[in-house]
């Protein structure tokens, strides 16, 4: 009972502790997905981007929480692996059911979200030239609150200039992904660009490694999204369930064979490399699923429960090795 | 100091060392693959290019490597046998550490504010000098075949100069000389004699003059003389020779001239050239021998004058001429800045070449009075000179026309004050490589004038702030990992193989993205300075609320480093 104790309270610290960088990190990453330069974003839409992403946010933070507790739990204390699964259900239950009673039936799993507010300072920094795509633009403001533009096409060095316009000539589609710029009085020019041509923030979230996992990590979801879809009603949450239960079947024991004693350090080590494989191993999975056109008749319409039984297989052959 | 301190001061320098030349040397062959095949033939330039990249790759991986190396040591290596002794104290082990840990910082500090931008900058040398070289090659080659083989040769000089054991350029050169030496004896052939053997010219405008008169030359000895009479005055000799020429001269003169009264006009012409040329005002005095020397371009007196005149006036000014000349040489394309008068301006081509820059299509943009107004410039050169004790530097521009002068009212149209040199605004549109060539001081004189010019790039204490990222990141992850590592370290005689491996494969990487998480971090901490100014401290530095945040960090990884024992949990 001490032993299940203390592992909630090292989750549940884990959890508090991990969810803003977590959070943090996810936002951004949701800002880049989109296109949307974040080094001028402004804190409000940053909160309320995180709002939006709160699923995955507290989803990452708990599931890495959980693998960073088991994989350093002391192992002389642990009975057997199945009471060790005991305390990461229980907190994700709890969360689940939070979910679920607070704003599920108001906003059912509605995770990604537009709503933020964006400017012409969240794309182009002023008084300077902005390297946008294969152009530099430069926007300046005067002191009667008009701004002139300069558009430097950087392949044939021709310059466009566009001078007393009103703020409301700079507008922002943001479904469009892109940024007009209208002048003209008997004459109307209007010059667009794409949000992706602005530039974008070049941090971790841009690193081409994290981009190849997330990548990964995206299929994973977007195939779990059509299994989600295609139930209706209460089947819903017994897929989130199922597939909630399939992670801590595989990466619980992983993390726990992988827990050294002898080396505390070398779990960690293993709960990142658990952390990095399950993505593949998940898309694996379902790659095989689709490939091998199994017989899943004997699931009637319960097909999303494959994984984890697959993953409870694995487990039983690995408890067994343990 | 006892065993196992240095034994963890070995450790520590060993590891870092090998981590850094293992990285050098992956970095030496991954630039040297990637290296455009058209500068193969550039070898000299080659290596030291090569070796310039892979330093600075590797600089840049010092940081991670630092944190790395303290990782592994105290997760592994100073639980190993040799650390191990009776006496053996996690002091023993810590205290070496952190000594070498403020070393690496001190290093990365001047990796990062000085070296690497040092050799940023002669990375983009090497890189423009292989492309001068390559242009010179293919110019010279076209030149060959257009028989100009005088001009062929100087250009191949040039790339001699970059690459003097290039053997085929030292074929090619050879091939030319020949070929010129059968061109010159076409000539001698055809003109019946080769032409006058040259001597050393006599040192002193004297020798000159009286050798000239010798000659019978007295126009030319009249130019030397002048210049002789004027420097020693009361020396006969001179004078005595001066007066004889002047005399030869207009006697000549009369014989040229058939009207007396052209004649009175030349020289009346020639003396107040003169009278111009002493009193400094080039501009009238090469007007004035510019249209004599055309009306009499058999007098070689106005044809010296004119020349020492082009001699001065290109201290300050150019001929378009010279911009030609160059345009063979690579350039930085499509720049645009913002200038000191207040125009946007629009260069289709620079060309920076033995501290000269040539600019090429030069457009100017300024609104006023509402409306937009262009002006248009063939050309402009990058020009210094000394006005009342002080170094002025401007953009000269011009069209096709020779020297002249400009009107005052003309100046600010005709010349560009830039806010900087304009070997900064070669990379105006890319920040990033200009960023990478700024060093500590260069932040803080330019970046200023750097923004004014309209160029996207971080103010001097936003770049201060990032270097505190990059340094406290190195400090905090380094104490906070290794404490975090020594307790939970190996108690193995030797760590399981798998999982050392394992270690070796994940830790590097985990590290590498802590570090660019801290550096994030650190960058959001810079953005929310707008947001506590606005709330107190209302203009605070942003350099400082940054070092107060990593301060912080600092202090918590510290006390957490501290706080670690020798005994095993």
Redesign the interface.
Known sequence: MKFLFRAIIRILILFVILIVPVGLFITFFAFTQKNIPIWNIGIRNVLRFAGYYRVPIVAVSYFIATLITVSLVDKMQIRSLILLHIPPVLIGAALIAGFYFVQAKRQPFRIIEQDIRLGYASFLKGDVFNEVGNRAIMIEKNEQNRFTLYIHNRENNDLQVMGGLPRSAISIDQKGQKVSFTSGKRKIITYTVPFKDFQQYEGVVKNRMLQLYVTQLRKTVSTLRVYFQKAVGIERFLFLGAVFISMLMIAIPLAYSLNDGGWGFSGITGALCILIVLPFLYSGIFFLIQKMRLNLSFLGSYTYLLPPLVFALIVIVLDIAV | MNQATKNALISIILSTLAICLCVFVFFFFFHEQRLDPQFDSIKTLKTALHLREAFVSTLRVVPVAVIFVN?FCF?VLFTLKPFQTKEFTYYNVSLPSFIMLIVFLMFVVASESVIVPRLEKQIASLRYRMRVARNAEEYARDLKDAREYGKALSIIDVYLDIDEQNEDMITLYNEIIKLREEQEEIRFQETGGPAEEQRTPPATYYERGKEEYEKGNYFGALYYLERAHALHEDNAEIRELYVRTKRQAEEGLGKLTKAQEKKKRLIESKEKALEHLNQEEHYEAYEIFAKLHSEYPELQDLELYLNEVIQELSKKDFLPRELEEASWLPSM??V?FRDQQGY?N???HIVPYNNQFYFY?I?R?K?MK?K?NTFRWKYGKWIEWKYENEIESSIRLKNDEGFKKIPENRLGAQNISTYTDPGYLLY????EKLASLLNIYEWFSLSDSL?KS????ASKWEYLSRLFGIVFSVYVLSLFLSS??W??????EF??VA?LV??FV??P??VY?LH??Y???N??II??HR?FTRLMFKGMNVAVYTMIFNIVFAIVSTLYFLSQRSGVE
């Open positions: 990782v997760s394309d499509n645009v946007v629009t260069v289709s299509d457009t943009y609104i509402g937009l105006s549109t890319n920040r923004r309209g160029v996207d790039i975090l590592a307790a939970k370290r190996s108690i193995y760590p399981p999982k394992l270690f994940v830790v990487v985990t993205f660019l998480l550096i994030d971090m960058n959001l953005y929310s947001y």
